[in-house]
């Protein structure tokens, strides 16, 4: 067993190289973000650091509970990292261009281009200005180390948050259902931490679910399917536990309804349905600030609206129970239990 501590201090020292990572691309978009949107002031950055601390913390404790152990952890190969990280340099200056020109609809490949004709109009754009946005291998290749960058090493351990609810909330077996499971880095820890239960992993993204398995390809108990998490061919109450990371502020209000509703539908009674996505305006006013300036810097054209409609409401008013919630960083976690 490694002890949480050891974790604790490699957590705060990976924050630290993802955080130097991002300091080239962050000068980059000083020079194509529009010019009244100032970078982030030292108080500010001094407070996200705050934020990032805690979190690692935080985790630790989760540690020390048993909430989880480290093998939910992703252990990176460093040879694998700077090869990441090389590319997603070079394609920092295309996403840099798409920025400075306000490109949200441009996908190079013709692959991406193919898989546009028959997905959502939401769907199809350059979410975060990435090339080819979900609809190419390599955009999947690229996206985790691009949002670790994002959340200066953090994204694994938002991720995580999950964990301990799914842990106090569930019988920890049975049949789950992952929306928008992505390349599967929710997936992953899940598994490691449940190895009785068999997790179906739903994206809508073909090249997406592709490297998803290709990154799971050790793991027996995953089901891939490429689906809409808004229209799912599941039957009612298939499913022992729903849970999704990192969807809703991408989706229209009308489309953040439905999900909730149709996993809702395929929950069991009994079954929790756990959603972790951004942090929402007034959850910690502190961060206020990020949460405004994100939507100002990246592609993220249902954000604003998502950051103003709090997560326990939307949950609440769909499937009528109490909605419970928790927050760590730029990541907040909603659940609420089938009756
Ligand atoms: C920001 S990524 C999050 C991926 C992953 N859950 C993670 O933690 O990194 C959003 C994911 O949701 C998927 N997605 C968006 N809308 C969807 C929909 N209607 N049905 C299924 N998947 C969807 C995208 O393809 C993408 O993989």
């Known amino acids: 067993m490694i002890p949480s501590k050891i974790i604790q201090s490699l957590n705060i020292a990976r924050s630290g190289v993802y955080f130097l990572e991002s300091l080239p691309l962050a000068l980059v978009s000083r020079f194509v973000t529009h010019p009244d949107l100032p970078p982030p002031s030292d108080e500010q950055v001094r407070s996200l650091w705050k934020h990032i601390l805690k979190l690692h913390k935080r985790e630790a404790e989760a540690l020390e509970h048993g909430a989880y152990t480290w093998k939910a952890l992703e252990i990176e190969s460093p040879w694998r990292h700077l090869r990441s990280f090389m590319e997603v340099m ?107 239960v068999r997790v179906t992993a739903l994206d809508l993204s073909s090249p997406y679910l592709k490297v998803a398995r290709e990154n799971l390809n050790d793991q027996s108990k995953v089901d891939f399917v490429q689906g809409d998490a808004t229209e799912l061919t599941f039957k009612e109450e298939s499913f022992s536990a729903v849970y999704s990371v990192y969807v809703l502020h991408e989706l229209p209000k009308p489309e953040r309804e439905k999900l909730v509703r149709e996993a809702y539908r395929v929950l069991k009674p009994g079954g929790v349905l756990v959603i972790a996505d951004s942090l929402q305006i007034d959850d910690e006013p502190e961060l206020n600030w990020a949460l405004e300036r994100f939507p100002k810097v990246y592609h993220e054209p249902f954000y604003k609206n998502y950051s103003r409609d709090r997560l326990e409401d939307l949950l609440e008013r769909v499937t009528g129970e109490k909605a419970l919630s928790e927050h760590a960083f730029f990541t907040k976690v909603v659940w609420v239990k089938k009756p």
């Open 90 to 196: 070079s394609d920092g200056v295309r996403v840099a261009w798409r920025m400075k020109l306000n490109k949200t609809k441009h996908f190079e490949s013709n692959m991406a281009q193919e898989l546009t004709q028959d997905l959502p109009d939401y769907y199809t754009r350059n979410f975060h200005f990435q090339t080819d946005g979900y609809l190419s291998e390599a955009s999947a290749r690229r996206y985790d180390h691009q949002v670790e960058i994002l959340f200066s090493g953090t994204a694994g351990a938002m991720r995580r948050l999950i964990l301990p609810v799914l842990k106090s909330t569930t019988q920890a077996h049975g049949r789950w259902l992952e929306l928008g499971s992505g390349t599967g880095s929710a997936t992953r820890p899940v598994l490691a931490t449940f190895p009785r």
